[in-house]
């Protein structure tokens, strides 16, 4: 302030003139000491990209929700193609000190960085650097339904399309109590990441391959875990762990599970004040649970009139524990990736199956992902459940194509998008 009182009072500058430049030159020093941190390992610039996150998506989500997920991820690629690793647990000036290395996608040791610059635990690395199915991930796709689809454009294009894939033929206010319901309206994630920096995720399938596997530590082990409809733990915790963060469900196959594996011990959902709920709306009917479950009262209408979704899902269960998946993103998975011959024979019916589009979202939310109990090239070696008493065969149905689902899940597996859990049978 002495240096801008001594130009202004020598005439040489205008009051405003100096304070325009000081300014300037502030902003600069800063910038240079942010970047100079940022470079030499003092701040985690991922986790600095997720406090900005905080601090701006009511704002900028609102001006442009895909351009905010698209600048978003192009920061995160500018940053991990500068040099090294800033994410598994390797810190920038770690990495400087062992150039070329980065942290392995599944046991955190040392690995070299792929030929992008990249952590290899990065998704969006693999996504990249690898063939047809990986380079059609789309991350600026939202996942989530937000308040974003109630805008007349977007809830106009999602009228045009039937359930799964859109709103056609539902009541709109069905559509719009449901979605308005929701916590914060324009958060199309799953969880905040807060200090990690590199979010590991288990989606849990129900396959026979858990039983015996030993692997109940390894799924519990990550940051996240999905489980999808008969979720059995107790009795298996041994092979298929205990935690739940994700269950994903529709309501149709939520009703169906509680019926047929109530024998197996599957009695109610997961529950817990960790757990968080999933719906795909493959009917109205769960718009209409979603909204009672969420207002805490009973069904109002539809075949589930009168149910309460609090036996479900426990009492008191605030708008933030539920989510509900974008029919755009259903159908973004269905055309890019299960674009099956079933959607021909069988379109009324035909869609994802639910540990399909379960898997798909932990793919498009997390840094890494393990799949556990999804059916593999050798699956008529193991029964249908992990929890079947007596070994049962896969049985195929025609409103998801099974087998086209294991080839996406071994291509994505061979080309390390993700880890597939895979074993030799028991004789």
Same mark, same amino acid.
């Given at each position: 302030?002495?240096?801008?009182?001594?130009?202004?009072?020598?005439?040489?500058?205008?009051?405003?003139?100096?304070?325009?430049?000081?300014?300037?030159?502030?902003?600069?020093?800063?910038?240079?000491?942010?970047?100079?941190?940022?470079?030499?390992?003092?701040?985690?610039?991922?986790?600095?990209?997720?406090?900005?996150?905080?601090?701006?998506?009511?704002?900028?989500?609102?001006?442009?929700?895909?351009?905010?997920?698209?600048?978003?991820?192009?920061?995160?690629?500018?940053?991990?193609?500068?040099?090294?690793?800033?994410?598994?647990?390797?810190?920038?000036?770690?990495?400087?000190?062992?150039?070329?290395?980065?942290?392995?996608?599944?046991?955190?040791?040392?690995?070299?960085?792929?030929?992008?610059?990249?952590?290899?635990?990065?998704?969006?690395?693999?996504?990249?650097?690898?063939?047809?199915?990986?380079?059609?991930?789309?991350?600026?796709?939202?996942?989530?339904?937000?308040?974003?689809?109630?805008?007349?454009?977007?809830?106009?294009?999602?009228?045009?399309?039937?359930?799964?894939?859109?709103?056609?033929?539902?009541?709109?206010?069905?559509?719009?109590?449901?979605?308005?319901?929701?916590?914060?309206?324009?958060?199309?994630?799953?969880?905040?990441?807060?200090?990690?920096?590199?979010?590991?995720?288990?989606?849990?399938?129900?396959?026979?391959?858990?039983?015996?596997?030993?692997?109940?530590?390894?799924?519990?082990?990550?940051?996240?875990?999905?489980?999808?409809?008969?979720?059995?733990?107790?009795?298996?915790?041994?092979?298929?762990?205990?935690?739940? +963060?994700? %269950? !994903? @469900?529709? =309501?149709?196959?939520?009703?169906?599970?509680?019926?047929? /594996?109530? #024998? $197996?011990?599957?009695?109610?959902?997961?529950?817990?004040?960790?757990?968080?709920?999933?719906?795909?709306?493959?009917?109205?009917?769960?718009?209409?649970?979603?909204?009672?479950?969420?207002?805490?009262?009973?069904?109002?209408?539809?075949?589930?009139?009168?149910?309460?979704?609090?036996?479900?899902?426990?009492?008191?269960?605030?708008?933030?524990?539920?989510?509900?998946?974008?029919?755009?993103?259903?159908?973004?998975?269905?055309?890019?990736?299960?674009?099956?011959?079933?959607?021909?024979?069988?379109?009324?019916?035909?869609?994802?199956?639910?540990?399909?589009?379960?898997?798909?979202?932990?793919?498009?939310?997390?840094?890494?992902? +393990?799949? %556990? !109990? @999804?059916? =593999?090239?050798?699956?008529?070696?193991?029964?249908?459940? /992990?929890? #079947? $008493?007596?070994?049962?065969?896969?049985?195929?149905?025609?409103?998801?194509?099974?087998?086209?689902?294991?080839?996406?899940?071994?291509?994505?597996?061979?080309?390390?998008?993700?880890?597939?859990?895979?074993?030799?049978?028991?004789?």
């Amino acid at each position: 302030m002495r240096i801008i009182k001594v130009l202004v009072r020598r005439g040489l500058y205008s009051h405003r003139h100096v304070t325009f430049v000081c300014s300037v030159a502030v902003f600069g020093v800063t910038s240079f000491g942010l970047m100079a941190s940022i470079y030499y390992g003092y701040y985690d610039p991922i986790n600095l990209l997720s406090s900005v996150d905080d601090s701006i998506r009511g704002q900028f989500r609102r001006w442009s929700p895909a351009g905010y997920q698209n600048i978003h991820s192009r920061l995160n690629t500018a940053l991990h193609k500068k040099e090294g690793c800033v994410e598994c647990g390797v810190s920038r000036h770690k990495a400087r000190n062992n150039p070329g290395a980065a942290a392995n996608p599944w046991h955190g040791t040392l690995t070299p960085t792929g030929d992008l610059g990249w952590p290899t635990c990065s998704l969006r690395w693999a996504a990249a650097r690898h063939s047809a199915h990986v380079k059609h991930l789309n991350f600026s796709v939202s996942v989530l339904t937000t308040a974003r689809d109630l805008h007349p454009s977007v809830f106009g294009r999602l009228r045009s399309h039937p359930l799964p894939y859109g709103w056609k033929d539902v009541p709109e206010e069905t559509i719009t109590e449901a979605v308005r319901l929701l916590g914060d309206p324009w958060d199309s994630r799953l969880f905040e990441r807060g200090s990690l920096t590199c979010v590991r995720c288990a989606v849990v399938g129900n396959g026979g391959i858990l039983r015996g596997s030993s692997q109940g530590t390894a799924i519990d082990s990550h940051h996240y875990v999905f489980r999808v409809n008969g979720a059995v733990t107790e009795g298996f915790e041994k092979d298929v762990g205990t935690k739940t +963060s994700f %269950y !994903g @469900f529709s =309501t149709n196959s939520m009703k169906n599970s509680l019926i047929a /594996y109530e #024998d $197996a011990g599957f009695r109610k959902v997961p529950q817990g004040q960790d757990v968080h709920y999933v719906f795909i709306p493959a009917n109205s009917r769960d718009y209409l649970m979603l909204t009672a479950a969420i207002r805490g009262i009973p069904v109002t209408s539809g075949p589930d009139k009168g149910d309460h979704p609090s036996q479900y899902f426990g009492a008191n269960q605030g708008a933030n524990r539920f989510k509900i998946l974008s029919p755009e993103f259903i159908k973004y998975i269905k055309d890019e990736f299960l674009n099956s011959t079933q959607m021909i024979e069988f379109p009324e019916v035909y869609m994802p199956s639910t540990g399909a589009l379960m898997l798909m979202t932990a793919l498009h939310m997390c840094d890494q992902v +393990s799949a %556990y !109990g @999804f059916i =593999t090239e050798n699956y008529m070696d193991f029964s249908d459940h /992990y929890y #079947d $008493a007596i070994k049962q065969p896969l049985e195929l149905y025609a409103n998801h194509d099974i087998i086209m689902e294991s080839k996406l899940w071994a291509a994505l597996h061979a080309q390390k998008v993700m880890r597939l859990y895979q074993r030799p049978s028991n004789h």
